[in-house]
């Protein structure tokens, strides 16, 4: 069962002011708080990350994997979603335990086919490029017939 937008929306209203947002992903969405996933909205449910602060604001009872196949995560109750102070809390002290993202690295554009090697309008020769960046011609062009 796929989550509303109404869903999320209340959800993050019921998070403001924190620094939250909710990403479509699979089919369901992940929830960031400052720029950390912190959790998943599945099925109109909130699901919360589990960390060594996790225990403080829930039980064993409330683990439950967020889809088959999932890891378990903490299950928000209706109950607790309307308890601001503790669903605040628990939202801020799971992001600030969590590692921040590694940054992406820039993809080079690569080079296609083996005529960019040779193509005059390359600065420097194939034979002076290393032998790790040099293209070298296909062996079944060299045959001599």
Known sequence: ?????????????????????ARAMFGEYGLY???KIVGLICGD??????????????????????YPGA?????????????????HAFIQRTADVLPL??????????QRGWRAS??????????SRSPATAISRPPCLDRKS
């Open 33 to 35: 708080c400052d720029e």
């Open 45 to 66: 449910v909130l699901f919360v990350k589990p960390t060594e602060v996790s225990t403080e604001f829930g039980s064993e009872a409330d683990l439950a994997p967020p």
């Open 71 to 87: 890891k378990d995560y903490y299950r928000v109750t209706e109950e607790r979603l309307q308890d601001l102070d503790h669903l």
């Open 118 to 127: 040779t193509s005059p309008s390359s600065s420097r020769s194939a034979a």
């Open 1 to 21: 069962m796929s989550t509303s937008k109404e869903t999320v929306a209340r959800i993050l209203e019921q998070l403001e002011p924190l620094d939250v947002r």
């Open 101 to 110: 993202p590694k940054k992406k690295s820039p993809k080079k554009k690569a």
